[in-house]
């Protein structure tokens, strides 16, 4: 007789008691690797809950499932779930589980609400958060690659050996003999510098496996009392993967195998987990700028899952609400008028627009688009510490006073329009090339176009009466501190000599012939090294010299997906890579920056923040000039 079919599973609502909030747990029970994944849910309260590990995953294609067995009945759950459950599955014990997709009935909106709000106390409290990055081969390049995380991390906590492998050409010889141990441990034969390239690039190629880009794991790792991280059969602890990766960053001779545009991801995950670890907290805003581009299958998380982790989000702050009843435009609405009642600064306003049209149906232009990935950095953003990355004070020490319209679509402000854009370069966006070779010509081909703009070698005085040529360089890095101003402009001058022979190429108009051009570029980086090296020190960033390291880090924040700008009364600027000829620059009470403003021909129009140089430390601001301005 054959086996009736298994019902559908059918959650059961969670009960409500005075003994604390109510979770589901899920028993996952034994059997071989072949067997279909069988579970037990058992509700239990979170004030007091038995002994469980928390899955963090990456939730993968919601298209795909497979079915598993749940109390008896039929359950389908996605591909990657049942992969990981399958993987962490006992042959002999059950093992208790959290996992979200599973846990909570993600089709009742009011449970997912109320549940979502405790997943910061879910991690915190399980005995283990388990890490699965997903399956991979035996003996293979990624496997072999956690090896070599409890050789870094021993490392990395000896002093001497830190100091040596930093400073001096020892590096890459302990590097080395690391990767070649790990080949001899597990028998494997390898040609010169074969164990050293394979092991290190596999090793950075698990910082960017999807589990990584998810906004939700942030939190999952950040808060958790211990975690193993796990890949397919083979695990190592999470603390000793964090050292391991927070030494690595530090070693210049792996500055070749990495991507650090591709490492984005897990550097920022690396500083939410220590700033956790030290007590040190963000502001929300700061959180959103910081992990803007992780993704979330549900644009309303990118704000949700960091609640958790600011320290202004709570009910004596922000008073961010988790409601999945309210749509992603209400979410981002919300939050962006409690923040501007709440800012002394209008730090919300320099939030970068990655576009003009938003993703989300209904949204204000001063309302940013959480759901949009951006590369630009906002001027008022923070570093991981909490220091402001660029430093204004454009409408001096006034106080802002936001009023909003009753549907909350419309926001008033006091404010003065100070000028008009006359001219805008390129879009500075040599970052989306992926090849050393092609990302060189391209941004200096768009630096020669920005000197034009700007007028930069121009022989006349800027209105402060400084050169041209020191207002541009210190546009590049969106305004110089006082302290690092002599510093940052030897830096300029190192760079700007190396950058003589890409502009000789623009010269003769070479940048027309892109093989050419690239070509020439090659030559031009050989020559480059061979001064640096006869001069006994490296000056230029494209050789990957350190003598201007800090102007081309900095400038390489301040430009990025920015335009360089002229006005009609002669500023020069940086603006938003939205940014067009007839915007407007316009200064609001109690904002640190400029912002650009649209005239639509019935309302203004928010485009993006702006450094315009000679106006970032209130000389324009007259608030006595000042009037109401209405952004939509």
Known sequence: MSKSPLEVFTYQPLPTTSDGPIIRLLKLLPGPSDQK????????????????????YTWGHQGKTTAIVCNDAHLDISQSLETALRHLRDPREPRVIWADAICIDQSNEVEKTHQVSLMRDI??????????????????????????????????????????????SADIRLLDHFATQIYEIHGIQAQPNQAFTTIYKAFFELLERPWFTRT??????????????????????WAEFLDAFAFSLKQ????????????????????????????????????????RNCGASDSRDKVFALCGLARDAGADGLDVQTDYRLDTAEVYRDLAIKILKQSADLALLSVPRPSTSSNVAGLPSWVPDWSLSSHSTSFRARDF???????????????PDPKFSSDGRLLAMNGMVVDRIIKVGSLHDADTESNYLTKIPKEQTILNEWEHVSGA?????????????????????????AQSYEELRGQFHDFDRTTKRFRMLHWVGLQNYRKTYIAASYVMLTVSAMSDGFRGRLTSPLTGGYATWGFAARMAMAVRRRRM?????????????????????????????????????????LVGDAYVHGIMNGEAFNLDKCQMIAVA
């Open 216 to 237: 939700w794991i942030l939190q999952e790792a950040a808060v958790a009392s211990d975690a193993i991280l796990l890949l397919g059969t083979r695990s190592v602890s």
């Open 252 to 291: 210049p001779s792996l500055m070749t195998i990495m991507n650090p545009g591709k490492l984005e991801y897990a550097i920022g995950l690396l500083t939410v987990c220590q700033a956790v670890k030290r007590g040190s907290e963000q502001r929300l805003l700061d959180l959103l700028l910081q992990h």
């Open 565 to 605: 700008m002229k006005t009609e009364k002669g500023f020069v600027g940086l603006a938003s890579g939205e940014a067009v000829i007839g915007d407007s620059i316009v200064l609001f009470q109690g904002g640190h920056v400029p912002v650009i403003l649209r005239w639509t021909g019935t309302r203004w129009q």
């Open 123 to 168: 991690y915190r409290k399980a005995t283990r958060v388990v890490i699965w990055l997903g399956p991979a081969s035996r003996n293979g390049p990624g496997e072999l690659a956690l090896d070599l995380v409890h050789y870094l991390a021993a490392a990395s906590k000896e002093p001497a050996t830190a100091v040596e492998v930093l400073h001096q």
């Open 457 to 481: 070698r121009s022989w006349s005085k800027y209105f402060t009466g400084e050169s041209k040529l020191d207002v541009y360089w210190q546009t590049l890095v969106g305004g110089c501190p």
């Open 37 to 56: 994944v069988a579970c037990k849910m058992v509700p239990t309260c979170l004030r007091n809950p038995p002994s469980y590990e928390a899955l963090s």
């Open 385 to 399: 510490s909490g220091d402001y990355l660029f430093r204004s004070k454009a409408s001096k020490d006034t106080i």
